[in-house]
């Protein structure tokens, strides 16, 4: 069957809460290239979205895995604009502060190097980072790491930061910082990444959602200490859902977005604010 070739969408992530709500509303108008660590999620979830009618290629692996990256790479096409929508990560609720940090920033990178080839002008990269970014004050000798995810010592050098600033709340303190750390440095990442391929007409523009309800956002608010207070400092009086993040990622895939790059939108109900309202 021959016809007009449809934009892909790869996205990370894809058998997780925000992951799936982003396939489904991509799926419409994009051919889907998704990934996830959970094979047997992931399978299940691209025979769902099949029977419904999509195009699914389905690529089950680890973001730190580089041969899985570039599986994911070859799919995309270097003459034709794709959309990028990088859900995968954890959160204090999952995993350990280092496999926060490597999952959440470090793949971030490895994700960017691999697919830098193949994004054609006209592509849209968006990280998923976090409002958790936002409320780390901005400490220069840390940034200075964090922009560099993949040097040699990255993560000891970044450990002993852990270790200041959350070591003494223990294992449950380190997960904390790791996780506010990790979704910092993609905001780093988002400019410097926005900025190096905005001449070549790819952007890219992070989300930071707010608590949103997915698997992980419910095993925050259930297992971590003071998540259920951000949730309720949403001033739109709600939880959020995955299709409130899956619309904001499709806005700024979409022409209507084409000034905006190498920044971050909140879409968190105005927590971030609320949390932290402006001096003055
Ligand atoms: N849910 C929230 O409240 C919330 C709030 C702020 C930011 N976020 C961020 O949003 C993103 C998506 O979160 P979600 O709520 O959909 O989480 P989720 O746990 O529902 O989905 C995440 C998916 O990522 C996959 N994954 C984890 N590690 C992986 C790895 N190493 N390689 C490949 N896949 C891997 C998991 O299998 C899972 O399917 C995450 O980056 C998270 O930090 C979530």
């Not at 994009?30 to 999620?41: E, F, T």
């Not at 200490?225 to 700024?252: C, E, H, Q, S, Y």
């Amino acid at each position: 069957m021959t016809g007009i070739v449809r934009r892909k969408a790869l996205i990370t992530g894809a058998a997780g809460g925000m992951g799936r709500a982003c396939a489904w509303l991509f799926g419409a108008t994009c051919d889907l290239v998704l990934s996830d660590v959970s094979k047997d999620r992931l399978d299940a979830f691209a025979k769902e979205l099949r029977d419904a009618g999509n195009i699914v290629t389905a690529h089950a692996g680890d973001m730190l895995d580089e041969a899985h990256l570039a599986s994911l790479a070859a799919e995309l096409d270097s003459e034709r604009a794709c959309s990028v929508i990088h859900t995968a990560g954890l959160s204090p609720a999952l995993a350990d502060w280092q496999a926060i940090m490597k999952v959440n920033l470090v793949a971030s990178e490895m994700l960017m190097q691999a697919l830098k080839p193949r994004l054609a002008p006209g592509s849209v990269v968006v990280p998923i980072a976090s409002m958790a970014g936002h409320m780390m004050p901005a400490i220069p000798e840390i940034d200075a790491l964090l922009v560099d995810p993949l040097a040699d010592g990255f993560i000891q050098g970044i450990g002993a930061a852990v270790e200041a600033m959350g070591g003494q709340g223990g294992d449950v303190g380190k997960r904390g910082v790791s996780y506010s750390l990790s979704k910092r440095g993609v905001h780093l990442h988002t400019e410097r990444w926005g900025i190096a391929l905005g001449s070549r007409g790819v952007r890219v523009v992070s989300i930071s959602p707010g608590v949103i309800h997915t698997p992980m956002g419910l095993a925050e608010n259930e297992k971590t200490p003071g998540a259920a207070d951000t949730m309720n400092a949403a001033v739109v009086g709600r939880i959020g859902t995955p299709m409130d993040i899956a619309m904001a990622a499709k806005f700024l895939c979409s022409d209507e977005a084409s000034f905006i790059t190498a920044t971050d939108l909140k879409v968190d109900g105005g927590s971030t604010a609320s949390l932290m309202p402006p001096k003055g």
